[in-house]
């Protein structure tokens, strides 16, 4: 069974950082490229970073580019994002979820729960 | 960026309803659309890949339709398992971007 959890979402001040995981089971992690999704209380979806099977290749929504950086390790079936220069307006919950494929389509095939980063004084 | 814009934003139904969710896109993306439902404090869940083929274990009441810009949910029989909010994504290019939504509440 597919599983991913996040961890590492909290309360932290304007200008703070947070580092978020994402532990993955049940399939071949180091075949996937991952991503981070993020949704505002209240609101739609956002995707925010993915990175490649390998960890070589990362792409940023422009709203979080130059303070989020995607990373992963392949050895330990984790996707991390660390979070820095953080902003009231980066408060969300924050999904990771697997990049999947059929034929020539993709999706987010598989979802964690999610965990709430809070950006606060 | 390609905007994706859903109608209507939230919808009333009845059990056993055929209910219909639109989403246009900004520009032309094929058939790179897929659609998600989310129940709340949960997380989204794949229903449609490639605006019409049926993700492995989604009830067959749930098809997709369109090409180009112009796609179409179909729930042919709505069940109380599927109030929730619906969300189209195009797969296109980069950023990958949503609808803001469509909820489905009970009549």
Known sequence: ?121 | DIQMTQSPSSLSASVGDRVTITCRASQSINSYLNWYHQKPGKAPKLLIYGASSLQSGVPSRFSGSGSGTDFTLTISSLQPEDFATYYCQQSYSTPWTFGQGTKVEIK
Request: net charge positive; aromatic share 16%.
């Open chain 1, 1 to 121: 069974e597919v599983q991913l959890v996040e961890s590492g979402g909290g309360l932290v001040q304007p200008g703070g950082s947070l580092r978020l995981s994402c532990a993955a089971s049940g399939f071949t992690f180091s075949s996937y490229w991952m991503h981070w999704v993020r949704q505002a209380p209240g609101k739609g979806l956002v995707w925010v970073s993915r990175i490649n099977s390998d960890g070589s290749y990362t792409t940023y929504a422009d709203s979080v580019k130059g303070r989020f950086t995607i990373s992963r390790d392949n050895a330990k079936n984790m996707v991390y994002l660390q979070m820095n220069s953080l902003r009231a307006e980066d408060t969300a919950v924050y999904y990771c979820a697997r990049w999947g494929w059929s034929s020539a389509w993709y999706y987010f095939d598989y979802w964690g729960q999610g965990t709430l980063v809070t950006v606060s004084s």
